[in-house]
């Protein structure tokens, strides 16, 4: 079968719930083909695979006779030539996206709150990787006209904010926190949530909290007032 532009070999395996898992190989004639069970689709360009692979259970039928599968994780597929699979492993991807058809955004949060912000090209192999300390794990992502920026909103609270300028060209990570009020955008969109953290403790931004935010090129603003400072993010 056809997953993007690989011709790939495709077996099933039952599951004890009635379902099926499907595991490929991709590669099959060559010295080192990937194995891998799960699920997969095409990038933006079409001339990759963004692959989700789990673990097949134990005693199945593809590991037994075709081989092991590869590692749980997210992979970036791309062909060698016209029978080889170029299978760079990316690992764990939380909240992800890609940014103007070229560029992979992926967040995800560790258990101790330190927050990584991916910027992955599928093209060089270039996995650029932010570092921020946050109270949260869950962001609401907000992007700039052609992805020239993209703003990371605390999802419950929204007071931190993390914002990625030029993702596709030159990434730069910088956040700020709008309960500083430190400017007329970050006091106006900290006072949007002022009624629910006095009735219910927190502030879940509503979907049309996020029509007042705007972009000047890459700097947002709520409400036309500029917010920030943006300062580089902290690790202690």
Known sequence: M????????????????????FCYVFGADTNQPARLCGDGGPTPDHVGVLFSAVVPPDGNEFSDKVGPAMAPGYYLLKPIGSTRCDAWFLGKLGTREWLADKR?????????????VRVIDPVTRADRTFEA???????????????????????????????????VENPLLTVTNVSEGKSAGNRKLYAAGSVDRIRHGVFQPPTGFFGHITWSGTKPQYDGAPLGPFEEPRLN
Do not use: C, W
Not at 142 to 150: E, G, K, T
């Open 2 to 21: 056809t997953v993007g532009p690989f011709n790939a070999d495709r077996y099933e395996i039952p599951l004890a719930d009635g379902t099926k898992m």
């Open 104 to 116: 992979l955004l992926a967040v995800d949060t560790t258990p101790d709150h330190v927050t990584h």
């Open 133 to 167: 300390r946050t109270t949260t794990s869950e962001f609401v992502l907000v992007r700039a006209p052609n992805d020239v920026a993209v703003m990371l909103v605390q999802k419950n609270g929204g007071e931190e904010i993390l914002l990625l300028e030029n993702p």
